[in-house]
């Protein structure tokens, strides 16, 4: 019987048009169904936003042949406050960023 071999845990370097420098998320660290570049938005929206940020939209862009390098588009913001609902504006308050992650 063929010993099944384990998975080298690789590494995944995150480049971003966000605030900060480049993320490195470890491949071994992620759980099951947690994908790289759901973490890095959360990681660079609690970076810019502080514990009420939220990731409104991720959008998978672009990748090359192999899927060694991968661009995603994200939408990171906050929740509209008191002040800004009384106004009558609603919704996330945020931008857009682009990520460039590059599987080693």
Known sequence: MP??????????????TGKGEDLRISLERLTEG???AQKAAHILARREYGRRALVGMLCHTSHNHDRTKTN?????????????KKR??????GHKIRMYIAYT
């Open 3 to 16: 010993v099944k071999k384990k998975k080298k845990a690789g590494l995944a370097v995150v480049s971003h």
């Open 88 to 93: 009558g504006q609603d919704g996330i308050k």
């Open 34 to 36: 947690e994908r790289v």
């Open 72 to 84: 995603v588009t994200v939408f990171i913001g906050r929740p509209a406050n008191r002040t800004e």
